[in-house]
């Protein structure tokens, strides 16, 4: 994987991040904020590593995600906070998106939201860089390739923080 951005603006309280394949029977305009088509929900998704799903603190502020293979150390270093995640990539993409397309789901990834990524799972390192209210918010995507999937145990979508939000 090179290292690729995707730049996102406004995404709202959450950020997901999948495979097209593992979405694939979500229908165009379809509510799933709440459940699924199989009636599971966001958390049980994230937990079997179909999608990755992140909290963010600032829903209106643009937000600017590296998604890169290589670990930075510096980053580690800098970022005020981290989540671990799991994903399984299935069709050598992945689609970066906002959460508040789970209410309204728009259809297939915009061009500019897709990134390129060998199939297989992955462990994911989600890390935030101290956010003052401007510019855009920082997150840096760490993609680790792993013999199985993650195991996950989350009761809800881990939240990224740093300072307080600046409203």
Do not use: K
């Not at 699924?36 to 966001?42: A, C, H, Q, S």
């Not at 995600?65 to 989540?83: E, K």
């Not at 003052?132 to 939240?159: C, K, N, W």
């Amino acid at each position: 994987m090179n290292d690729q951005i995707v730049e996102l603006h406004s995404p709202g309280l959450q950020i997901i991040l999948y495979s097209p394949l593992a979405l694939r029977e979500l229908e165009r305009g379809g509510h799933y904020a709440t459940h699924f088509p199989d009636g599971r929900d966001l958390v049980d998704y994230m937990n079997d590593c179909r999608l990755c799903a992140l909290g963010t603190r600032w829903p209106t502020s643009d937000h600017w995600l590296h998604l890169s293979s290589t670990m930075d150390h510096g980053v580690i270093a800098r970022a005020s906070d981290h989540v671990r995640l799991g994903i399984e990539v299935t069709s050598g993409l992945l689609c970066v998106r906002s959460g508040d397309d789970l209410f309204d789901w728009p259809g297939p990834c915009a061009d500019e939201q897709l990134v390129s990524l060998d199939n297989g799972p992955y462990a994911v390192t989600a890390c935030m860089l101290p956010y003052g209210g401007e510019g855009a918010v920082r997150i840096y995507l760490h993609f680790a390739q792993t013999p199985a999937r993650p195991d996950l145990g989350y009761d809800m979508v881990p939240e990224l923080y740093c300072e307080e939000p600046v409203f």
